[in-house]
C-alpha cells in the first residue's frame, strides 16, 4: 500500500516517513500543494496524510479539487489548525479524519490503519495456501506462524500475493518497492527476493524465477490453473 504525504515541514515529514516506511508501507512526501496535487492526478494512493497550510497551495483546495475529479482516497488532514471551523470546513470538503499538531505518533498509525481498512472494498488478508498476509496489520503468517520480514520483504511478498500463481516482472517489483526519488536496480531485486525465498521455503511456500521475465508463487497444491490477465 502507497502512502502520500504532503507536509512543508521537514523535520516532520521525514519523521512521518520513517515511521511508516518502518511499519511496511510505500511512502512518498511533498512539500508544497501543488505538488500534492500533480501526484494525486499522475499516481495512485491508498491514503493521502494532508497538511492544511501548506505553500503554492493549501490543503483544503488539494482536497477540494481531489473530490471534485471523484476521487475516494482517504484523506486524514494533519494540522496546527485545529479550531473548530477549520475542522468543520476539512470534513465538508470530503476529509475522513482530523488530527490536530502535536500529535502522538502511535494515535496517527492507528487513524492510518483504520482509513486504510475503510478504503478497502476486498479483504486486506491475502491469503496463498498456508501463507497468509495481513495487507493493514503487515503480519505474514506461514502454517500459524508470523514471519520476520523486513519491510522490502512485506512489500514484495504483497506484490507476489496480489497475483498469486503468476508471474510478476522485476519492473513491476520495482514500481512495488521504490518511492519517488529513489532508484532500485534489478540486481537489489534479486536480492530481496533471495532473501524471501530462504524465509518462505522454510514454511513450505516457493518463489518460482521465470526466467528473463520475472518471478511468481508457485500454486498450491490442489488449486486449479487461474485465468490470465
Known sequence: MRILIAEDDALLADGLTRSLRQAGYSVDCVASGAEADAALTTSEFSLLILDIGLPKMSGFEVLKRLRARGSALPVLILTALDGVDDRVRGLDLGADDYLGKPFVLAELEARARALLRRGTSASPVLRHGSLTYDTIGKVAEAAGQILDLSARE????????????????????????????????????????????????????RIVTVRGLGYCLERPLGDPPKARV
Do not use: F, P, T
Not at 500475493?161 to 510478476?168: E, F, N, Y
Open 154 to 205: 512485506l512489500s514484495l511478498l504483497e506484490a507476489l500475493m496480489l497475483r498469486s500463481g503468476r508471474m510478476v516482472s522485476k519492473e513491476q517489483l520495482i514500481d512495488q518497492l521504490c518511492e519517488w526519488g529513489e532508484e532500485v536496480s534489478s540486481n537489489a531485486i534479486e536480492v530481496y527476493v533471495h532473501r524471501l525465498r530462504r524465509k518462505l521455503e522454510a514454511a513450505g511456500v
